[in-house]
C-alpha cells in the first residue's frame, strides 16, 4: 500500500468481539485481523469463553453463541499463539507490527490483556494506533462526530458493520488506507520545500 507510511512498520488491522466491556471480568470471543498490503492476508480464531458472563446485547450484536463457542472455540493460549505466529509471519524482517483498530483502547484492552495473560508477551510491544483519533484530527471534528455512523457512508458507501471480526477488520483497513490518501492529499510535500 502507498499511502506514505514509514517503510519499517506493518499496519495491521484488528477487530473482536467480546463477551462484554473489560477483560477482567468477559471473555475475548473473536479476532479478525488482516495486513495492509496489496496482498491482504487475514487472521480469524474463535476462543472458548473463560467464563460465563456475558452481557446479551453484545452476543445480539455479534450473533455468538457462549455454548457454542465452549464447544468448538480454542483454548485461549493457543489462539494466542496461533495469533503471534501470524502477526510475526506477516512482518518482514526489521519492521515492527503497528496495531490498528476502530476505537483501538477496546479491541486493543482484550488483545494486550490476552496476550499477556497466557503467553506473558505481545508481539506488538505497546503500539497501538486508533482510527477514531486518526479521523479526527484529518476531518477536524469532535469525538462525537467520530463513530461510525459518520464515518462509514464517507469512506465506505452504504455498507454497514457486520461484528463479524474480520470482515470488520478489513473494513477499518479500508477506511484507514482511504484517511491516510485524504492526508496526504491536505499535506504538503515535504521534499518540495514548500511549507
Keep these: 500500500m502507498d499511502a506514505g507510511l514509514p517503510e519499517n512498520e506493518t499496519y495491521i488491522s484488528v477487530d473482536v468481539e467480546t463477551a462484554g466491556p473489560n477483560?477482567?471480568?468477559?471473555?475475548?470471543?473473536?479476532?479478525?485481523?488482516?495486513?495492509?498490503?496489496?496482498?491482504?492476508?487475514?487472521?480469524?480464531?474463535?476462543?472458548?469463553?473463560?467464563?460465563?458472563?456475558?452481557i446479551p446485547e453484545a452476543l445480539r450484536v455479534s450473533h455468538l453463541s457462549m455454548a457454542?463457542?465452549?464447544?468448538?472455540?480454542?483454548?485461549?493460549?493457543?489462539?494466542?499463539?496461533?495469533?503471534?505466529?501470524?502477526v510475526k509471519?506477516?512482518?518482514?524482517?526489521?519492521q515492527r507490527p503497528i496495531f490498528l483498530a476502530f476505537n483501538a483502547p477496546f479491541d486493543w484492552m482484550f488483545v494486550n490483556d490476552y496476550f499477556h495473560r497466557y503467553l506473558g508477551r505481545n508481539p506488538f510491544g505497546h503500539a497501538?494506533?486508533?482510527?477514531k483519533s486518526l479521523y479526527m484530527g484529518i476531518a477536524g471534528v469532535g469525538w462525537n462526530e467520530t463513530s461510525m455512523r459518520y464515518i462509514m457512508p464517507r469512506y465506505l458507501g452504504n455498507q454497514q458493520l457486520t461484528h463479524h471480526a474480520l470482515r470488520d477488520a478489513m473494513d477499518?483497513?479500508?477506511?484507514?488506507?482511504?484517511?491516510?490518501?485524504?492526508?496526504?492529499k491536505k499535506t504538503p510535500d515535504s521534499s518540495s520545500g514548500r511549507a
Excluded: H
Excluded at 89 to 94: L, N, Q, R, S, Y
Design 23 to 54: 477483560p477482567s471480568q468477559y471473555s475475548l470471543l473473536t479476532i479478525g485481523a488482516c495486513t495492509l498490503a496489496e496482498r491482504t492476508s487475514t487472521f480469524y480464531v474463535e476462543l472458548k469463553p473463560v467464563n460465563n458472563n456475558a
Design 89 to 94: 509471519a506477516e512482518t518482514p524482517p526489521g
Design 68 to 86: 457454542r463457542l465452549a464447544e468448538s472455540g480454542l483454548e485461549p493460549a493457543e489462539a494466542m499463539r496461533r495469533f503471534e505466529a501470524w
Design 128 to 131: 497501538a494506533l486508533d482510527i
Design 172 to 184: 477499518q483497513a479500508d477506511i484507514f488506507r482511504k484517511l491516510m490518501q485524504e492526508a496526504r
